[in-house]
């Protein structure tokens, strides 16, 4: 049976999921979007990144070849996607009211 999808975020720099992290990589040279690298918990072999698609207007996961992921990791991939997106929108708009 599938574990139940869980991101717990540590640090603004780390967030856990079940089997995989995130960890905040770098900054764009214009200091608005970040990059975070993604992690297997057991062995801290790198999977893949979350990063700002301008194009889509959101973050997106991009894998590293021949990475292969179960339910789990997925939901937790989107989920952050969704959560750093979020943020990413609400940062946006008080840089706008400045």
Sequence with gaps: M???PNLEVVSSTL????????????LSPSGKTK????????N?????EV???SRWRKYIFAP???MVFEETCLHEIA???QQETSNQR???ALRKKT
Excluded: A
């Design 2 to 4: 599938p574990t139940k």
């Design 15 to 26: 967030t856990k999921g079940t089997y995989i992290d995130f960890r905040l990589h770098s």
């Design 35 to 42: 990059t975070w690298k993604v992690q297997n918990r057991d």
């Design 44 to 48: 801290s072999i790198l999977i893949g």
């Design 51 to 53: 990063m700002w698609f």
């Design 64 to 66: 590293y070849d021949g």
């Design 79 to 81: 989920m952050f996607c």
């Design 90 to 92: 609400k940062e946006q």
